[in-house]
């Protein structure tokens, strides 16, 4: 089979691509810029040549995987009326099978009016169950998918310091939903025991694994209602998860061990992971979800399934 990614949110494609080549399938994945986190496997292309191989890939392919959108968008000088979005009206012309995979921002954002009701009406699937609620009706969630030989439990630090991780993102929309400041002051206030704020701003992905093996603890996303990809590769590692989910989310990780803070507070699940075994139980309880729940090969198999039946 072969199949093109548009666009990688938070590695998404690039891991899926990895798997799926593993599976025996041809894999591209194409992005209008190259990812500050650095996702190996991505092509960029720019200008006139992003729409000449925008339509290659729509001609030659027999899937394409959006990944929040269409692949030509109205954002250049060169684009026009007759442009936008042409990369998916030649697939859907030619009856390609297209599958809409959303992450957050462009629907949770959406401006009115602008998704036209005679488009967009294929397959969607969403990357956390949180966005169910916004997305095109009959979607269905997909887990974020971690690579596993990437992401790996290391030797746990011997230091009687906390290590804590936190997500300090470039992104000002990403800024203020995850509020890297609040969390810094809470850390700073802790005098039950030695805690330190480690906190991950632009390192490269690949350096990701290796900066998750520093922490004894890992925040996520913590004023939203659902973990992110960042939350699962630290639980791949063995590290503990601090995050957020909704009642309704909650639902469909009935067995996540990742301590949840809807109903304590931050200082509360700083304190209750202060002890080394409590820690060392957590993590090992995170690393088994991971693996159950966001293996890279079992998501693969399961867009298999997907794609099959559209």
């Not at 994945?29 to 496997?41: I, N």
């Not at 009326?81 to 390609?96: E, K, M, P, T």
């Not at 990809?229 to 639902?251: F, S």
Request: proline share 5%; net charge positive; hydrophobic share 35%.
């Amino acid at each position: 089979m072969r199949i093109t990614h548009f666009h990688n949110i938070a590695g998404v494609s690039t891991t899926l691509a990895k798997w799926q080549r593993r599976r025996n399938h041809q894999v591209s994945v194409l992005v209008a810029e190259p990812h500050p986190f650095g996702y190996p496997g991505e092509r960029c292309h720019r200008g006139p040549s992003m729409l000449s191989h925008g339509l290659e890939e729509a001609i030659r392919s027999g899937v394409l995987h959006y990944h929040t959108g269409t692949y030509i968008r109205g954002r250049r000088k060169w684009y026009s009326r007759f442009s936008y979005g042409i990369d998916y009206r030649v697939a859907r012309f030619l009856g390609r099978k297209i599958l809409f995979h959303y992450h957050g921002g462009e629907i949770r954002e959406r401006r009115k009016g602008e998704m036209k009701a005679e488009f967009f009406q294929e397959r969607s699937i969403v990357s956390t169950p949180d966005l169910l609620n916004q997305a095109p009706v009959g979607a269905t969630w997909l887990p974020n998918p971690v690579d596993c030989e990437v992401f790996f439990p290391r030797r746990p630090s011997s230091s009687k310091t906390i290590r804590v991780g936190y997500y300090d993102p470039v992104s000002d929309y990403v800024r203020q939903l995850v509020k890297p400041e609040s969390i810094a002051k809470i850390l700073r206030s802790q005098t039950f025991r030695r805690v330190e704020g480690v906190p991950a701003r632009g390192l490269p992905w690949l350096r990701m694994s290796e900066y998750f093996g520093t922490l004894d603890v890992w925040i996520d996303k913590i004023n939203m209602s659902f973990y992110g990809m960042a939350a699962c590769e630290a639980g791949a590692t063995g590290v503990p998860v601090i995050t957020k989910i909704g009642e309704e989310e909650r639902t469909f990780v009935p067995d996540c061990p990742f301590i949840d803070l809807t109903h304590q507070s931050l200082q509360g699940a700083i304190e209750y992971l202060s002890e080394e075994n409590t820690r060392r139980y957590v993590g090992s309880r995170s690393l088994d979800y991971v693996k159950r729940k966001h293996d890279a090969l079992r998501i693969v198999e399961e867009l298999d399934r997907i794609y099959r039946s559209i």
